[in-house]
């Protein structure tokens, strides 16, 4: 049974890091395109970072230089590295698995999801 969890959310001050783990059970992770996106109340669901099965990986204009997104194959997971956290930051964060090993931040592509981990930044 294919199975995504996320950890590592919560609550941090502005300017603060917190590290997204997303651990896959029930298939191989790195023969994936793995996504990261967020939901803020009353939003939509929104494409943050991902990383295809060959390690390339795409950002969002509004985390590029702030987040990082890399994948431990030994451990069948992927993390998402947050620095420099802004209030607008603050939203639950799904990981994704597609079925293709490609790299897209469009939730249409993707065919796995967890259950998400909130993530709060004050001001």
């Known amino acids: 049974q294919v199975q995504l969890t996320e950890s590592g959310g919560g609550l941090v001050q502005a300017g603060g890091s917190l590290k997204l783990s997303c651990a896959a059970s029930g298939f191989t992770l790195h023969y994936h395109g793995i996504g990261w996106f967020r939901q803020a109340p009353g939003m939509g669901r929104e494409g943050v970072s991902c990383?295809?099965?060959?390690?390339?990986?795409n950002y969002v204009d509004s985390v590029k230089g702030r987040f990082t997104t890399s994948r431990d194959n030994a451990k069948n997971t992927v993390y998402l590295q947050m620095n420099s956290l802004k209030p607008e930051d603050t939203a639950v964060y799904y990981c994704?698995?597609?079925?293709?090993?490609?790299?897209?931040?469009?939730?249409?592509?993707?065919?796995?999801w967890g259950r998400g981990n909130q993530v709060a930044v004050s001001s």
């Open positions: 994704a698995a597609a079925k293709e090993g490609s790299c897209t931040l469009w939730t249409s592509d993707y065919d796995y």
């Open positions: 990383i295809s099965s060959s390690g390339g990986t």
